[in-house]
C-alpha cells in the first residue's frame, strides 16, 4: 500500500483527535508565538503501526500530513491553530558511525553530546521582492536550498532583467542554530575516534543546548552535494534536518533499569560482604591493591552535592590522585574505572592540552563565527574523567585544572567569548616519580612534578611501590600467569574451529579473573545508588568525625607543632563516608561508614602528610610543599648566612655554611637541600660559582 493512502491527513486528524485533544487545546489557548505539539512514538504505534512506519520511512510528507490536520481537530475554543508536530521516543536509537546512504530522507534518533554549538540567528524561510518598475510582490520559499533565491524578471517587463528590493517585514523567517553531536564515549570500543554530525534546528527549539550536555536528536537526515574547487563533487556531505530535542535531564537516565535488575541491586545492596564485593568487582585482572580499589568504589558512588541558600555549591565528587613506580597498573586501573563509571572520559595528560581538557574555541566553518568546544572535563559531566600521567603536562594545562576540581566549573575567556561551563565530576589522576622510581626518605611534593596547590585539592592521595617481596611477588606472578592462561584458552576457542578446549575449561581459568558482580550490573548499582540515594548523617557519625578532626588539630596545638590536617581534609571525609552509605543504598551515614573512611583517609596522610624528620602528620608537606621541620631549618640556615656574610663582608662560601650547620647537627646532604630550596624561591643566589648571597 502507498505512503499516500497510509499517511492522510484524516487519519492524523483522528490520531490527534484521540491521543492529544487536551494538548492541542492548551496549545490553543497559550499565548508563545512559536507553538510545537510533542507526540510520543509509542502513540503512533499504539494507533497504527503502519502510519508509525511510514513517518519513518518518509518524515517530509507524513509530518506535512501531520501538521495540516492540527487545526482540523475540534476544540471548545473556536481558534485556528498551526504548530510545528515533534516526534519524540523514537525506539531504535542510530549510531552516527553507522549512518549509511539508506537512512537519507528518513527519520533517524541518535543520542550523543553536544560538543559545539553556533549563536541562534534568523534565517529567511520565504522572501518577499519588490519589483523597483511597478512596485509589485514576488514570494519566493528559500527553505531546503542553502543558497538564497532571488527571482530574475517581473510580469512587467519579461524582457529585462528585473531589479528587487528584498521587504523584510512582509518575508518569514525563522530562528536557526546549528549543533555538532559527537557519539557518547561508552558506545565506543577501544581506540575509535568518535564520530561527529551537524545538526540544523530552528524555531522554538534552538537555543536551548550548551556545550556538553547529552541530548537525543530526533530528525530526517539530508545530504548535500561537496563543492571543490574542480566543481561539484560525487560525495555527497550529511547533516541531520531537527525535528525535536530531547534533553537528559538526569545524569544516568541513558542506563535504563529494569524492575528485575532493580530487584537485583536492592538484594545486592543487603549482603553483608557487599564493600568486598564491590573492591573485588573492580579491575580484577590486577592483582591486590584492596586499599586503593576501595577508594575508587567510593568515587564511582560519590558523596552528596549540596546547594546551599546563600548560593554555594559544596562538591560531592571525590578526587583521587595514584602516585607510583613504573609498570604496577596504574594506567590499567584508570581504563578500566572509566569503563566502570556511567559516564567516563579518559585523557593522557601528556597529550592532552588545557583546551582538550576544559574547553577550547573554535571558528565555525559554518559561518566563521567563534563557537565553544567541549573538552574532556566537559564530557564527563557528572561521571568520572581519568587523567593519565598528569605529572607531564604543561604548568599551563596544569593550573585550568583548579577551577574544574573545586568550584567544579570552567570559565572561558577566549575569542571574545565569556562563559562558564559545569564539569561536575571527580577526577582520577596517576601520576609518576620525577627521578622514575619513588624514594621513601623523600617528600611527595619534591618527588612528583606537580604544585603543592593542585595536590591539596585531592581528597586522597595514594603512593603505590613496587618493593621486591618473595610472597607478594610469587602471588601476582600466579595471578598474572592465571590471567594470561585464562585468555589463552579463550583464543584457542574462539579462534580455531577443531579447538579442543571446552568452554567448561574456559570458564574454570576465568573464575580468579572475574569481577564478583559483573561490570554491566554494577554501572546500574552506581547509576541507581547517584540516581534514588541521598543519606543523612546520624548524630554519633557527625560526633565521630568532630572527635577525629579534634584530635588531629590538637597535635597542631603549641608554637613548634605541625599541622596536621585542615578543614579540607575534614570535608573529604564527609564526601568519603557519604559514598560509603550510598554504597549500602542506605539512607543514614552510621559510625562505621566513618571509621571505615578515617582508616582509608589515615592510610592515605601517612603516605603524604607524614614528616619524614619527625615522624609526625604535617599537612603543610601537601599544601605548601614544605613542612614545618623544614621550614624551621630553613628559618635557621637563612640565620647562618646572614651571620657569616656580615662576618666575612658580602658572599660566602657554601663549605663555610656546611661546616657551620655541622655545629648544630645539619648533615651536608640536608643543608645542600634546603640551600636548593632557598635558591629556587629567590631568597639566595649564587654571585660565582661555590659563593651565596641573600638576595
Same mark, same amino acid.
Given at each position: 500500500?502507498?505512503?499516500?493512502?497510509?499517511?492522510?491527513?484524516?487519519?492524523?486528524?483522528?490520531?490527534?483527535?484521540?491521543?492529544?485533544?487536551?494538548?492541542?487545546?492548551?496549545?490553543?489557548?497559550?499565548?508563545?508565538?512559536?507553538?510545537?505539539?510533542?507526540?510520543?512514538?509509542?502513540?503512533?504505534?499504539?494507533?497504527?503501526?503502519?502510519?508509525?512506519?511510514?513517518?519513518?520511512?518518509?518524515?517530509?510528507?507524513?509530518?506535512?500530513?501531520?501538521?495540516?490536520?492540527?487545526?482540523?481537530?475540534?476544540?471548545?475554543?473556536?481558534?485556528?491553530?498551526?504548530?510545528?508536530?515533534?516526534?519524540?521516543?523514537?525506539?531504535?536509537?542510530?549510531?552516527?558511525?553507522?549512518?549509511?546512504?539508506?537512512?537519507?530522507?528518513?527519520?533517524?534518533?541518535?543520542?550523543?553530546?553536544?560538543?559545539?554549538?553556533?549563536?541562534?540567528?534568523?534565517?529567511?524561510?520565504?522572501?518577499?521582492?519588490?519589483?523597483?518598475?511597478?512596485?509589485?510582490?514576488?514570494?519566493?520559499?528559500?527553505?531546503?536550498?542553502?543558497?538564497?533565491?532571488?527571482?530574475?524578471?517581473?510580469?512587467?517587463?519579461?524582457?529585462?532583467?528585473?531589479?528587487?528590493?528584498?521587504?523584510?517585514?512582509?518575508?518569514?523567517?525563522?530562528?536557526?542554530?546549528?549543533?555538532?553531536?559527537?557519539?557518547?564515549?561508552?558506545?565506543?570500543?577501544?581506540?575509535?575516534?568518535?564520530?561527529?554530525?551537524?545538526?540544523?534546528?530552528?524555531?522554538?527549539?534552538?537555543?536551548?543546548?550548551?556545550? *556538553?550536555?547529552?541530548?537525543?536528536?530526533? /530528525?530526517?537526515?539530508?545530504? %548535500?552535494? $561537496?563543492?571543490?574547487? =574542480? +566543481?561539484?563533487? !560525487?560525495?555527497?556531505?550529511?547533516?541531520?534536518?531537527?525535528?525535536?530535542?530531547?534533553?537528559?535531564?538526569?545524569?544516568?537516565?541513558?542506563?535504563?533499569?529494569?524492575?528485575?535488575?532493580?530487584?537485583?541491586?536492592?538484594?545486592?545492596?543487603?549482603?553483608?560482604?557487599?564493600?568486598?564485593?564491590?573492591?573485588?568487582?573492580?579491575?580484577?585482572?590486577?592483582?591486590?591493591?584492596?586499599?586503593?580499589?576501595?577508594?575508587?568504589?567510593?568515587?564511582?558512588?560519590?558523596?552528596?552535592?549540596?546547594?546551599?541558600?546563600?548560593?554555594?555549591?559544596?562538591?560531592?565528587?571525590?578526587?583521587?590522585?595514584?602516585?607510583?613506580?613504573?609498570?604496577?597498573?596504574?594506567?590499567?586501573?584508570?581504563?578500566?574505572?572509566?569503563?566502570?563509571?556511567?559516564?567516563?572520559?579518559?585523557?593522557? *595528560?601528556?597529550?592532552?592540552?588545557?583546551? /582538550?581538557?576544559?574547553?577550547? %574555541?573554535? $571558528?565555525?566553518?559554518? =559561518? +566563521?563565527?567563534? !563557537?565553544?568546544?567541549?573538552?574532556?572535563?566537559?564530557?564527563?559531566?557528572?561521571?568520572?574523567?581519568?587523567?593519565?600521567?598528569?605529572?607531564?603536562?604543561?604548568?599551563?594545562?596544569?593550573?585550568?585544572?583548579?577551577?574544574?576540581?573545586?568550584?567544579?566549573?570552567?570559565?572561558?575567556?577566549?575569542?571574545?567569548?565569556?562563559?562558564?561551563?559545569?564539569?561536575?565530576?571527580?577526577?582520577?589522576?596517576?601520576?609518576?616519580?620525577?627521578?622514575?622510581?619513588?624514594?621513601?626518605?623523600?617528600?611527595?611534593?619534591?618527588?612528583?612534578?606537580?604544585?603543592?596547590?593542585?595536590?591539596?585539592?585531592?581528597?586522597?592521595?595514594?603512593?603505590?611501590?613496587?618493593?621486591?617481596?618473595?610472597?607478594?611477588?610469587?602471588?601476582?606472578?600466579?595471578?598474572?600467569?592465571?590471567?594470561?592462561?585464562?585468555?589463552?584458552?579463550?583464543?584457542?576457542?574462539?579462534?580455531?574451529?577443531?579447538?579442543?578446549?571446552?568452554?567448561?575449561?574456559?570458564?574454570?581459568?576465568?573464575?580468579?579473573?572475574?569481577?564478583?558482580?559483573?561490570?554491566?550490573?554494577?554501572?546500574?548499582?552506581?547509576?541507581?545508588?547517584?540516581?534514588?540515594?541521598?543519606?543523612?548523617?546520624?548524630?554519633?557519625?557527625?560526633?565521630?568525625?568532630?572527635?577525629?578532626?579534634?584530635?588531629?588539630?590538637?597535635?597542631?596545638?603549641?608554637?613548634?607543632?605541625?599541622?596536621?590536617?585542615?578543614?579540607?581534609?575534614?570535608?573529604?571525609?564527609?564526601?568519603?563516608?557519604?559514598?560509603?552509605?550510598?554504597?549500602?543504598?542506605?539512607?543514614?551515614?552510621?559510625?562505621?561508614?566513618?571509621?571505615?573512611?578515617i582508616d582509608i583517609v589515615m592510610t592515605s596522610l601517612k603516605q603524604v602528610g607524614m614528616d619524614k624528620d619527625t615522624g609526625k602528620l604535617d599537612i603543610d608537606i601537601l599544601t605548601v610543599g614544605v613542612g614545618k621541620s623544614q621550614r624551621e631549618r630553613i628559618k635557621d640556615l637563612k640565620h647562618m648566612i646572614e651571620d657569616l656574610s656580615k662576618e666575612l663582608g658580602g658572599s660566602v662560601p657554601v663549605e663555610k655554611v656546611i661546616e657551620k650547620a655541622a655545629e648544630h647537627g645539619l648533615t651536608k646532604e640536608k643543608v645542600?637541600?634546603?640551600?636548593?630550596?632557598?635558591?629556587?624561591?629567590?631568597?639566595?643566589?649564587?654571585?660565582?660559582?661555590?659563593?651565596?648571597?641573600?638576595?
Amino acid at each position: 500500500m502507498g505512503v499516500s493512502v497510509v499517511s492522510s491527513v484524516q487519519k492524523w486528524k483522528e490520531f490527534l483527535t484521540r491521543y492529544y485533544k487536551n494538548s492541542i487545546h492548551q496549545l490553543a489557548v497559550s499565548d508563545s508565538k512559536t507553538k510545537s505539539l510533542i507526540v510520543e512514538f509509542p502513540d503512533l504505534i499504539n494507533f497504527d503501526v503502519r502510519l508509525a512506519e511510514a513517518l519513518i520511512s518518509n518524515p517530509g510528507e507524513v509530518l506535512k500530513h501531520a501538521e495540516d490536520a492540527l487545526p482540523l481537530v475540534d476544540l471548545p475554543v473556536k481558534k485556528q491553530i498551526s504548530a510545528y508536530i515533534r516526534v519524540v521516543k523514537v525506539p531504535k536509537k542510530t549510531q552516527v558511525r553507522d549512518l549509511r546512504s539508506e537512512h537519507i530522507n528518513t527519520m533517524i534518533s541518535i543520542d550523543g553530546t553536544v560538543r559545539k554549538i553556533t549563536d541562534v540567528r534568523p534565517r529567511i524561510v520565504e522572501a518577499a521582492f519588490e519589483c523597483a518598475r511597478c512596485g509589485q510582490i514576488t514570494y519566493i520559499p528559500q527553505e531546503g536550498t542553502g543558497k538564497f533565491i532571488e527571482p530574475s524578471y517581473c510580469v512587467c517587463n519579461e524582457e529585462k532583467k528585473g531589479v528587487f528590493r528584498l521587504l523584510f517585514k512582509e518575508s518569514r523567517f525563522e530562528d536557526y542554530q546549528r549543533i555538532k553531536i559527537q557519539e557518547s564515549p561508552e558506545d565506543l570500543k577501544g581506540g575509535e575516534q568518535p564520530q561527529t554530525l551537524d545538526i540544523n534546528v530552528s524555531n522554538d527549539i534552538a537555543g536551548i543546548v550548551t556545550p *556538553g550536555e547529552r541530548i537525543i536528536v530526533n /530528525g530526517i537526515l539530508r545530504s %548535500a552535494q $561537496k563543492i571543490n574547487k =574542480d +566543481g561539484k563533487s !560525487t560525495y555527497f556531505d550529511i547533516y541531520l534536518d531537527g525535528n525535536s530535542l530531547e534533553q537528559e535531564q538526569q545524569e544516568f537516565d541513558e542506563l535504563e533499569i529494569s524492575p528485575e535488575e532493580e530487584e537485583t541491586i536492592l538484594k545486592l545492596s543487603r549482603d553483608p560482604r557487599i564493600y568486598t564485593k564491590m573492591v573485588n568487582s573492580i579491575a580484577p585482572s590486577i592483582y591486590g591493591y584492596s586499599e586503593v580499589k576501595e577508594a575508587i568504589a567510593l568515587q564511582l558512588f560519590s558523596g552528596i552535592p549540596k546547594h546551599l541558600p546563600d548560593g554555594t555549591r559544596i562538591r560531592g565528587d571525590i578526587h583521587i590522585l595514584l602516585v607510583g613506580d613504573p609498570g604496577i597498573a596504574k594506567s590499567q586501573i584508570l581504563r578500566y574505572v572509566v569503563k566502570l563509571a556511567p559516564r567516563g572520559v579518559y585523557a593522557s *595528560g601528556k597529550s592532552a592540552s588545557s583546551a /582538550g581538557l576544559t574547553a577550547a %574555541a573554535v $571558528k565555525d566553518e559554518f =559561518d +566563521g563565527s567563534w !563557537t565553544l568546544e567541549a573538552g574532556a572535563l566537559v564530557l564527563a559531566d557528572k561521571g568520572v574523567a581519568a587523567v593519565d600521567e598528569m605529572d607531564k603536562m604543561k604548568n599551563e594545562d596544569r593550573s585550568s585544572l583548579h577551577e574544574a576540581m573545586e568550584q567544579q566549573s570552567i570559565s572561558v575567556a577566549k575569542a571574545g567569548i565569556m562563559a562558564t561551563l559545569k564539569c561536575r565530576c571527580s577526577l582520577l589522576g596517576a601520576a609518576n616519580p620525577k627521578l622514575g622510581r619513588f624514594d621513601p626518605f623523600e617528600s611527595i611534593p619534591e618527588q612528583i612534578n606537580m604544585p603543592p596547590s593542585l595536590m591539596s585539592r585531592f581528597d586522597l592521595i595514594f603512593i603505590l611501590q613496587d618493593k621486591p617481596e618473595e610472597r607478594r611477588d610469587q602471588n601476582i606472578a600466579t595471578h598474572i600467569l592465571k590471567s594470561h592462561y585464562a585468555g589463552e584458552l579463550n583464543e584457542h576457542r574462539k579462534n580455531i574451529p577443531t579447538s579442543h578446549v571446552r568452554e567448561e575449561s574456559v570458564l574454570d581459568a576465568m573464575k580468579p579473573i572475574q569481577p564478583e558482580i559483573t561490570a554491566q550490573l554494577l554501572r546500574k548499582y552506581i547509576a541507581y545508588a547517584k540516581r534514588k540515594v541521598f543519606p543523612i548523617m546520624r548524630e554519633d557519625a557527625k560526633e565521630r568525625i568532630i572527635k577525629f578532626y579534634l584530635e588531629l588539630r590538637k597535635q597542631g596545638e603549641g608554637d613548634n607543632a605541625p599541622i596536621a590536617v585542615t578543614a579540607r581534609q575534614l570535608e573529604g571525609l564527609v564526601r568519603l563516608a557519604e559514598a560509603s552509605a550510598r554504597m549500602r543504598l542506605e539512607d543514614e551515614v552510621t559510625i562505621d561508614d566513618v571509621e571505615k573512611t578515617i582508616d582509608i583517609v589515615m592510610t592515605s596522610l601517612k603516605q603524604v602528610g607524614m614528616d619524614k624528620d619527625t615522624g609526625k602528620l604535617d599537612i603543610d608537606i601537601l599544601t605548601v610543599g614544605v613542612g614545618k621541620s623544614q621550614r624551621e631549618r630553613i628559618k635557621d640556615l637563612k640565620h647562618m648566612i646572614e651571620d657569616l656574610s656580615k662576618e666575612l663582608g658580602g658572599s660566602v662560601p657554601v663549605e663555610k655554611v656546611i661546616e657551620k650547620a655541622a655545629e648544630h647537627g645539619l648533615t651536608k646532604e640536608k643543608v645542600e637541600k634546603e640551600l636548593k630550596k632557598l635558591k629556587e624561591i629567590g631568597e639566595i643566589f649564587e654571585p660565582t660559582h661555590g659563593s651565596i648571597k641573600l638576595s
